[in-house]
């Protein structure tokens, strides 16, 4: 068994009743073997991003302590992915479109990852603020490897279009 290791998922949705499918992804991730919740974000409503032409997301971020290695988590999240109606092209066309339920690996512990499927720190992730407004919630020291603190990343971007919904969060499990 692998040592406990603390990473962070975004969620986002925009398909179908969005906040809660990402509230019941939040339950999902506290039940997968080999991991915990630890923390969970609010929700915010933002603009899509990349294809514009399609309804706003619903993001978020949760904080889990796993013993899975982190394609083994990957795995475990796309499956949670299929249990919410997501259905992934093969060819990747889908990438920008809408979607039922996307979790992105955004952070494991502070590793570096670059494996054909795997790319940790998310690639992208110091560019959104979708994801990164989140994740300074309920991580407001955190540093992406390689870029340095999500934070001064976020202090950098506009926000004014991301919107904070009066959904509370999920508890954390104790």
Do not use: K
């Amino acid at each position: 068994m692998n040592p406990p290791v603390i990473a962070y998922i975004g969620l986002g949705a925009n398909l179908g009743e969005a906040a809660q499918t990402v509230q019941a992804a939040f339950a999902a991730l506290g039940r997968l073997a080999g991991c915990r919740l630890l923390a969970a974000s609010r929700l915010y409503r933002t603009p899509a991003w990349g294809m514009t032409e399609q309804p706003d997301f619903i993001n978020a971020v949760a904080q889990i302590e796993t013993t899975l290695a982190p394609e083994v988590l990957l795995d475990r999240l796309l499956q949670v992915e299929r249990e919410a109606g997501r259905e992934r092209r093969s060819d990747g066309g889908d990438r920008w479109g809408p979607r039922t339920l996307d979790l992105d690996l955004l952070l494991y512990a502070e590793r570096i990852i670059d494996v054909p499927g795997l790319r940790v720190p998310h690639p992208h992730l110091h560019e959104r603020a979708f994801a990164l407004l989140p994740l300074v919630e309920i991580a407001p020291d955190i540093a992406i490897p390689g870029v340095g603190s999500a934070r001064d990343a976020l202090a950098t971007m506009a926000m004014g279009d991301i919107e904070a919904l009066p959904y509370a969060s999920p508890p954390a499990e104790t």
